[in-house]
């Protein structure tokens, strides 16, 4: 059986939000793909765990806020740097890249941004796209939120490019990010 996860530094949103939209296109649970989903924590968490997913041979594809892309802590880029593939030169020559050029490069890598801005998130981009439809500020939970997202609104064109991605490549070889440095950048 293939296996692929989804890390996410999005909001708890996403956990509920993902396999309800999943089961809602493809008429199957996301675990019927071999799909897990793992929160990592936060920002400054992802370059840990694609290095030890890396490590132990499991395929993966992150999905990640728009302010990922913003300098500082969690910046998406000294994530990956963590990950000892890339030098501290070479993310900075791609931090210096455009939003819309970093979010190009950032999808040849499994690595996709759910925002329009380097200020986005996924639940900015939810209600933009959605004026006219707002969830119930008592949920007290994000995931919940999620699900509520899920069962309200179809299944945004973003996300739906992730899925096809997933489904398409779902006999990836385990990740390697190593492959962020081309011979033609080094």
């Known amino acids: ?42 920002k400054t968490n992802g370059g840990a765990n694609m290095l030890d997913l890396n490590n132990w041979g499991i395929p993966w594809v992150a999905l990640i806020d728009g302010d990922s892309l913003k300098p500082g802590s969690g910046n998406i880029w000294a994530e990956i740097e963590k990950t000892e593939c890339m030098t501290n030169e070479k993310a900075n020559c791609l931090r210096g890249l455009s939003f819309e050029d970093q979010v190009k490069r950032l999808q040849e890598f499994e690595i996709y941004v759910m925002g329009t801005s380097s200020v986005g998130n996924f639940e900015k981009v939810l209600e933009a796209e959605n004026p006219c439809v707002r969830p119930n500020s008592l949920f007290g ?15 945004p064109p973003i996300v739906k490019g992730v899925f096809e991605r997933i489904r398409k490549t779902a ?12 011979e033609s950048d080094a």
């Open 1 to 42: 059986t293939n296996s692929i996860t989804y890390m996410t530094n999005l909001c708890n949103l996403v956990l509920g939000a993902l396999p309800e939209w999943y089961q809602t296109e493809y008429n199957e649970p996301i675990e019927a793909m071999g799909i897990s989903i793992l929160s990592i924590g936060g």
């Open 141 to 155: 939970s994000k995931v919940i939120e999620g699900r509520w997202w899920a069962q309200n609104i179809g299944c």
């Open 171 to 182: 006999s990836l070889q385990p990740g390697d990010i190593s492959n962020l440095v081309s």
